[in-house]
């Protein structure tokens, strides 16, 4: 939904009449009524507008919708799977998405921890990525070398899935010989070696002040994003508001 200009997410999940618009020269059918008695995946969910929610929600409590530009009921029966990135409830908080629409969605969740969270996937991932950079590039890799492997493995990616993809593609267009070797990853990959600071143990630390300096230690590892710093923390987003005002700690929470 993210690739879909807001003015356009209407008319391709539900299709338009001819003449609704310029260049609507043909009545077409959008995704809804495409999958009718199907399952419809709808990526990045939380980027869509809320005139476009109001409409989906319609349409999955009434399983019926109107193209843009007509007035016909049309009947579409839609298993409705949907992912995002961001933290929808923070989002409701905020009135940028739909309380009934996201608890609409919210019947069954599949929590996919980041890339940071599943090192023993990024290998694996990697030589997929390898295998389909080979096809695509017409070049030949055999592998990657102990270090490129150990650093790849113990990277942060904050930009998860689509990082590592990237990463992988540029290393094997750089590759001079048919083994994927450290030299070739970013500068990122050599300025992760500092360790964060460790937690003040004094004796004579309250529990609120421990508390505090950890809350300040995990916003720095986070980089501010405030559904990780409430996941590491074991807690919810409005808890670590509480906490945030309480201790007097001023961040910038980023989605």
Same mark, same amino acid.
């Given at each position: 939904?993210?690739?879909? +200009?807001?003015?356009?997410?209407?008319?391709?999940?539900?299709?338009?009449?001819?003449?609704?618009?310029?260049?609507?020269?043909?009545?077409?059918?959008?995704?809804?009524?495409?999958?009718?008695?199907?399952?419809?995946?709808?990526?990045?969910?939380?980027?869509?507008?809320?005139?476009?929610?109001?409409?989906?929600?319609?349409?999955?409590?009434?399983?019926?919708?109107?193209?843009?530009?007509?007035?016909?009921?049309?009947?579409?029966?839609?298993?409705?799977?949907?992912?995002?990135?961001?933290?929808?409830?923070?989002?409701?908080? &905020?009135?940028?998405?739909?309380?009934?629409?996201?608890?609409?969605?919210?019947?069954?969740?599949?929590?996919?921890?980041?890339?940071?969270?599943? &090192?023993?996937?990024? +290998?694996?991932?990697?030589?997929?990525?390898?295998?389909?950079?080979?096809?695509?590039?017409?070049?030949?890799?055999?592998?990657?070398?102990?270090?490129?492997?150990?650093?790849?493995?113990?990277?942060?990616?904050?930009?998860?899935?689509?990082?590592?993809?990237?990463?992988?593609?540029?290393?094997?267009?750089?590759?001079?010989?048919?083994?994927?070797?450290?030299?070739?990853? +970013?500068?990122?990959?050599?300025?992760?070696?500092?360790? +964060?600071?460790?937690?003040?143990?004094?004796?004579?630390?309250?529990?609120?002040?421990?508390?505090?300096?950890?809350?300040?230690?995990?916003?720095?590892?986070?980089?501010?994003?405030?559904?990780?710093?409430?996941?590491?923390?074991?807690?919810?987003?409005?808890?670590?508001?509480?906490?945030? &005002?309480?201790?007097?700690?001023?961040?910038?929470? &980023?989605?």
């Amino acid at each position: 939904c993210s690739a879909i +200009p807001h003015n356009l997410q209407e008319s391709e999940l539900f299709g338009y009449k001819k003449g609704a618009f310029t260049g609507a020269v043909t009545d077409k059918k959008g995704i809804f009524e495409t999958a009718h008695s199907g399952t419809l995946f709808l990526d990045e969910i939380g980027d869509v507008d809320l005139e476009t929610q109001t409409k989906l929600l319609r349409a999955l409590e009434t399983k019926t919708f109107m193209r843009v530009g007509d007035t016909t009921l049309r009947n579409a029966n839609v298993r409705i799977i949907a992912a995002t990135h961001q933290d929808l409830e923070g989002r409701v908080e &905020k009135g940028l998405f739909r309380e009934d629409l996201f608890y609409r969605l919210n019947a069954f969740i599949i929590y996919l921890p980041p890339l940071r969270e599943r &090192k023993d996937d990024i +290998p694996l991932l990697a030589q997929h990525f390898i295998a389909a950079s080979m096809h695509k590039l017409e070049k030949k890799i055999s592998g990657m070398d102990n270090e490129f492997r150990s650093r790849i493995t113990h990277y942060r990616w904050k930009g998860n899935i689509r990082e590592l993809k990237n990463v992988i593609e540029r290393a094997v267009i750089l590759a001079p010989t048919e083994t994927l070797t450290a030299d070739l990853l +970013p500068k990122s990959f050599f300025d992760e070696t500092k360790q +964060p600071e460790q937690i003040d143990t004094n004796p004579n630390l309250t529990l609120e002040e421990i508390e505090k300096q950890h809350i300040q230690k995990v916003l720095s590892l986070e980089n501010g994003n405030r559904m990780q710093v409430a996941k590491r923390l074991g807690i919810g987003t409005a808890t670590l508001y509480r906490k945030l &005002k309480e201790y007097g700690i001023k961040s910038s929470l &980023k989605e």
